[in-house]
Each structure stands twice: as structure tokens, then as C-alpha cells.
């Protein structure tokens, strides 16, 4: 679907340019769709990223859910379940980690937003702890 804006950002930007390139380029001029395609892109990006940090998470004891994605704004939501709902430093593996991660390999990411499942009973959390885990309770 080719609407004006698309056609004056495609002036402005000649050339062979990627679809996903011309998506970034729209969105800061206010264009808040996307095409199957790019959002297909953004989609298997993301996926593809996730299940490269799981199994670091998951050698401590815990692992890491994709929840949600506005795959136009750049909103990712993520959850950590297992043992990081009792270790201490799940919130640096949130921020540090994952969110600094996704920032730095996927240009449309602008904020990651998640936290830890808190519905897992603490002791059977931290009984899953191994690794680099700290558990918040001694």
C-alpha cells in the first residue's frame, strides 16, 4: 500500500533501499503502518533473537518468554520465569542484558518493557537457581 507520505519519504530517500530501511524512515515521519512484510521481518528478528539469549538465561535456572511486540512502535515485552523470580539480579539481566541486547541488534527496538513471574512459589523458584544465579533471600 503506497499512501503520500510513503511516495514523498521515497523522493526524498532514491535509491535501492531495503523495505525495512524505508519502514524506519516512515515512522519517524509519522507513519504508523507497516507492511506484512516488514512486520513479518521485525517478527522473525525478534523471535530469532530470543532464542539466542534463552539458553544463558536458562543455564541459571530460568528463561525468557516474548510476551508481546508493537512491532511499529518498538515496544517489546518480555518475561522471566523460573529462578529468576528469586534471584537477585534478574532486573540487571532484564535491563543489562536483554534489553541492551535487542537495542543494540534490532534498530526499531526502542524500549523493552517485562519483569519476572512472580506466580512461581519462592522456594521452588530459588530451587532452580544454578550458575550465575543470587538468590534475593538467604
Known sequence: MTTSEDASVNE???GDESELARAGDLAVHGVTELSEEVIEG???????IIEMLRPAVQMDGGDLELVEADYVNGIV???LQGACG???????TLTGGVERILKERLDWV??????????IDQLESAALGRGAYVPKYY
Do not use: I, M
Not at 521485525?42 to 530469532?48: E, G, I, K, M
Not at 528469586?86 to 540487571?92: E, F, K, L, T, Y
Not at 518493557?113 to 512472580?118: C, F, Q
Open 42 to 48: 521485525r517478527r522473525q528478528a525478534l523471535v530469532d
Open 86 to 92: 528469586s534471584c537477585a539480579v534478574s532486573s540487571s
Open 110 to 119: 526502542t524500549e523493552v518493557v517485562g519483569g519476572v513471574d512472580d506466580e
Open 12 to 14: 526524498t530517500n532514491p
Open 77 to 79: 515485552e518480555v518475561e
